[in-house]
């Protein structure tokens, strides 16, 4: 429960960052996008040295607060800086190479932070619970399928 409230933080602080960078002007857009993306870590820093849950739901706004802030500022200097002609198109490769690493870096982390020494601490279900709770485990099939031979405990 206490990480969802602070995944709650995260969406209060990237709706507060996307009102606030809509009633703003800024006379430099592109440096204060800039100087946004190093507090976008805030979340995993704060994860990733294991700090109480307290200090994870105001680091999880403040990067909400970032994100939210940055994703105005971006789609407000895409849409002035880009032709209306291939707006649709640059918005298409921004968004393919913004998601296309991600897969990626999920299947990399855990064995990366295991050769780096640091335990790996999910706020999540362990894969093989959910796996278990699938029905995939020791009763064999997929939830509904029929068990395969010999795979029901004795």
């Given at each position: 429960?206490?990480?969802?409230?602070?995944?709650s933080?995260w969406?209060?602080?990237?709706?507060?960052?996307q009102?606030?960078a809509?009633?703003?002007?800024?006379?430099?857009?592109?440096?204060?996008?800039?100087?946004l993306?190093?507090?976008?870590?805030?979340?995993?820093?704060?994860?990733?040295?294991?700090?109480?849950v307290?200090?994870?739901?105001?680091?999880?706004?403040v990067?909400?607060?970032a994100?939210?802030v940055?994703?105005?500022?971006?789609?407000?200097?895409?849409?002035?800086?880009?032709?209306?002609?291939?707006l649709?198109?640059?918005?298409?490769?921004?968004?393919?190479?913004?998601?296309?690493?991600k897969?990626?870096?999920?299947?990399?982390?855990?064995?990366?932070?295991?050769?780096?020494?640091?335990?790996?601490?999910?706020?999540?279900?362990?894969?093989?619970r959910?796996?278990?709770a699938?029905?995939?485990g020791?009763?064999?099939?997929?939830a509904?399928?029929?068990?395969?031979?010999?795979?029901?405990?004795r």
């Amino acid at each position: 429960m206490p990480r969802c409230r602070a995944a709650s933080g995260w969406q209060f602080g990237a709706v507060g960052g996307q009102f606030a960078a809509g009633r703003i002007r800024l006379a430099r857009p592109g440096i204060v996008a800039a100087c946004l993306v190093p507090v976008m870590i805030a979340e995993a820093l704060a994860l990733g040295l294991g700090a109480p849950v307290a200090v994870v739901a105001a680091a999880t706004a403040v990067t909400g607060l970032a994100m939210g802030v940055y994703a105005v500022i971006f789609q407000a200097m895409m849409q002035t800086a880009v032709p209306g002609t291939v707006l649709a198109r640059v918005s298409a490769f921004d968004l393919l190479g913004s998601e296309a690493g991600k897969p990626v870096g999920y299947a990399l982390a855990g064995p990366i932070g295991v050769a780096v020494g640091r335990p790996a601490r999910s706020p999540c279900v362990p894969w093989w619970r959910a796996w278990l709770a699938a029905g995939l485990g020791r009763r064999g099939g997929a939830a509904g399928m029929p068990p395969t031979p010999g795979s029901w405990p004795r």
